[in-house]
């Protein structure tokens, strides 16, 4: 009879990290196209609403805000998801728990102030939490060993 009592089993929970610049650069690229596209990608609503295009540029705004206004509430939930998933995808480059926490923090303030009707839509043309989170990203990174590997525009 087999006992497994003895038996240690060591599970590397760790996340998966970039194992070396290129993969580290095309992970960059993908929570930068990530942050824009939730925060600062308005271009794409021009052809449809050519007044847009007259805005100025601390004006744009992203799918973060157009799902909030067009399902309120549920949408500020599901900008929600979409910032942790760009927060998911920074913790790859092994950042600190306490840019993790202002991270989060963001992400939470973007989504319950963006719950109140039309002050929240507002609130999420005019706070972008992804694109906040990014710098912190690119700040962190510009002191990690990524510093030379990552280029950050």
């Excluded at 507002?122 to 992804?130: C, L, S, T």
Aim: net charge negative.
């Amino acid at each position: 009879m087999c006992s497994l009592q003895n038996v240690s089993l060591e599970v590397d929970r760790s996340l998966p990290k970039a194992k070396n610049p290129v993969e580290a650069q095309h992970l960059y690229n993908h929570i930068r196209t990530v942050a824009f596209l939730l925060d600062a990608s308005s271009e794409w609503l021009i052809p449809i609403f050519p007044f847009l295009g007259s805005l100025p540029s601390e004006m744009q705004f992203g799918l973060d805000s157009v799902i909030g206004a067009v399902l309120p509430g549920v949408g500020d939930i599901i900008g929600m998801f979409l910032a942790f998933y760009q927060l998911f995808l920074s913790r790859l480059f092994g950042l600190p728990s306490n840019v993790i926490g202002i991270m989060i923090f963001y992400i939470l303030v973007d989504t319950f102030v963006g719950v109140i009707p039309i002050i929240g839509d507002i609130f999420d043309v005019a706070f972008k939490a992804n694109i906040y989170n990014l710098k912190l990203l690119e700040k962190e990174l510009k002191r990690s060993r990524w510093a030379t590997a990552v280029i950050i525009p």
